[in-house]
C-alpha cells in the first residue's frame, strides 16, 4: 500500500501534494476538513462518507472530490476497503472554487472513474520506478485532472440532454467495444453527429478530446493487461485494447508513460 509525497523545489500553480493506492483504509475523521483538495477513490470494498449531513456510499470505481476545509469523515462498510487518493496543493488551489462552481463535494460514479484511476496508478507506477514526473509537466497533468473532475458536475450529467443523448451511449460503446479497432469516426457515426462536434461534447463534460479519451481508456486496461496478465505478449496486449499495428500502440504507451509497455511491465513487476 504505497504513498509518495511530493516536495517540489519550484513553486507551481498546483501539483501532488501526496499520491497513493492499494490503499488499506482506516477510518478517518476531519472535523476541521482536510487542507487540500482531496480525492479519494474505492478499489476494493465500500466505504462510508459523512459530508454536508449528507451519507455517500464509496462502492469499487466510485471516488469522490472534496474542498479543502470542509468537514468529513469515512469508514469501511466492508470487510476490507482499499482506496487510492491524491491531495493537491499549490496557489491555484485558491481558484479552484471557480471551477467547480463553489461545489465542496463532487461525486463521480464508477462508470465515469475509469482514466481518473488510471492516472492515479501511472503516477504512483512512476515514483515507485523512483522516475517522478517532470514538474512542470506534473502540474500540468494536475490541473487537467481536477478540470475534469470538476467539468463531470456529480451526477447532473445523466439529467443533461446532450450527455444522455450522445456522450453516455459512445461511453458504453467505449466500455464494450475498446478491443475493436472503432475509431472516432466510428463512435460520433453510432450516435449520428460528426467527429468534430463529439469531441467538443467530450471537452465540455470531461476536458479532452473523444480521441484522447478513448486513447486513455484503452491505455488504462493495457495496463491492466500487462501486470495482471504478465504471460501475454506486447503483440497480443495491443491486439486486445483494439490496436492493429503493434509498433503504434508502443509509441502511444510510450509517450504517455515515459517507458515502453515491457518496461512498464518490468518496472512494475520490480516494484511490487
Known amino acids: 500500500m504505497p504513498i509518495y509525497f511530493s516536495t517540489p523545489l519550484q513553486e507551481l500553480p498546483i ?25 479519494l477513490l474505492t478499489e476494493k470494498g465500500c466505504g462510508k462518507i ?4 449528507e451519507t455517500i456510499l464509496l462502492e469499487p ?62 503516477m504512483v507506477g512512476a515514483y ?10 506534473l502540474s ?18 445523466q439529467e443533461q440532454p446532450l450527455f444522455a443523448r450522445y456522450v453516455q451511449p459512445v461511453l458504453a460503446r467505449i466500455e464494450a467495444d475498446y478491443g475493436e479497432p472503432i475509431t472516432v469516426q466510428d463512435l460520433a457515426g453510432s450516435v449520428y453527429i460528426s467527429p468534430q462536434y ?10 479532452c478530446s ?13 495496463k491492466e493487461l500487462l501486470i495482471g496478465k504478465p504471460h501475454l505478449s506486447v503483440q497480443l496486449v495491443a491486439s486486445m485494447t483494439g490496436y492493429l499495428d503493434t509498433s503504434h500502440f508502443i509509441a502511444m504507451f510510450k509517450k504517455a508513460t515515459g517507458l515502453t509497455p515491457l518496461e512498464f511491465r518490468k518496472t512494475y513487476m520490480q516494484g511490487t
Open 50 to 53: 459523512e459530508v454536508n449531513g
Open 15 to 39: 501539483t501532488l501534494e501526496s499520491v497513493g493506492n492499494r490503499w488499506v483504509q482506516e477510518e478517518i475523521c476531519r472535523p476541521n476538513g482536510h487542507p487540500h483538495y482531496h480525492w
Open 128 to 137: 515507485e520506478a523512483h522516475r517522478p514526473p517532470e514538474p512542470v509537466q
Open 61 to 122: 470505481g466510485c471516488g469522490i472530490l472534496l474542498a479543502p476545509h470542509v468537514p468529513h469523515s469515512y469508514r469501511r462498510q466492508s470487510e476490507t476497503w482499499e482506496t487510492a487518493f491524491v491531495t493537491f496543493a499549490g496557489p491555484l488551489e485558491a481558484e479552484m472554487q471557480k471551477i467547480t462552481n463553489n461545489r465542496p463535494v463532487l461525486y463521480v460514479p464508477e462508470h465515469s472513474t475509469l482514466s481518473f484511476r488510471a492516472w492515479v496508478d501511472e
Open 210 to 222: 473523444a480521441y484522447a479519451y478513448l486513447t486513455s481508456f484503452r491505455l488504462g486496461k493495457a
Open 140 to 157: 500540468v497533468d494536475c490541473y487537467g485532472f481536477l478540470l475534469r473532475l470538476a467539468r463531470y458536475q456529480d451526477g447532473d450529467l
Open 198 to 207: 463529439l469531441s467538443r461534447l467530450f471537452n465540455r463534460y470531461f476536458g
